[in-house]
């Protein structure tokens, strides 16, 4: 299923919950789908899923921190709101540097709530512009021979020509051809430009 406009998708095992939430959001003229727990979830995902999550903290199962941490090491790139009535300090720390965007308690406030999920979508249109990014950086780079790889890795670590000529068993002038080479198929516009491409796509993957 393909999601064109952004749309928040509830995690919460308490049906009331879930209707309530369902209701403000809906009503604030925004698309909403709502799952009893993590593994429903998890199973209806779609990688064209676009928008936030609201998770409830205390589920039976994966509890919400858990599926926090399932959508960081599958690479789900939705923001996520956690609600919920049991929380404390720690766990919203917890949450908050595992990238949450926000942690509130219910019963929510539905001004507070639409804020934060407008912040959320904010926050996805970011991260899929920044995946983009790196994926082109990245098919920049799949382009390069590996002699040319060898000559960036060490020009960006910040060797000279001469010293990466001499390196590499090679002259002065092919080092040159070989950096102009890297400059085009890169579309890098000097070595400092090179270093962050080098280090976003490392990022990125």
Not at 8 to 20: C, K, L, Y
Not at 87 to 101: F, T
Not at 145 to 158: D, F, H, I, P, S
Request: hydrophobic fraction near 45%; include cysteine.
């Amino acid at each position: 299923m393909i999601m064109h406009e952004p749309t928040v998708f509830i995690v919460d095992d308490d049906a009331a919950v879930r209707d309530s939430l369902m209701l403000m959001i809906e009503q604030a003229g925004i698309r909403v789908q709502a799952f009893a727990n993590a593994d429903t979830f998890l199973s209806a995902y779609h990688p064209d899923f676009f928008g936030c999550i609201i998770i409830d903290v205390k589920m039976p199962g994966m509890d919400g921190l858990r599926l926090q941490e399932e959508l960081t090491w599958r690479k789900i790139a939705l923001p996520v709101i956690f609600l919920t009535g049991h929380g404390d300090i720690p766990m919203s720390v917890r949450a908050i540097k595992g990238g949450a965007v926000d942690f509130l308690t219910k019963p929510v406030i539905r001004e507070k709530l639409l804020v934060c999920v407008r912040a959320a979508f904010a926050e996805a249109k970011k991260r899929i512009s920044d995946i983009a990014r790196n994926k082109e950086m990245i098919s920049c780079l799949i382009k390069l021979t590996g002699r040319e790889r060898e000559v960036m890795t060490l020009a960006v670590q910040g060797h000279t020509n001469k010293e990466i000529a001499s390196c590499l068993g090679i002259s002065h002038r092919t080092v040159e051809i070989h950096k102009s080479k890297i400059m085009q198929k890169t579309g890098a516009s000097n070595l400092l430009d090179l270093a962050r491409i080098v280090r976003e796509s490392d990022a990125g993957e």
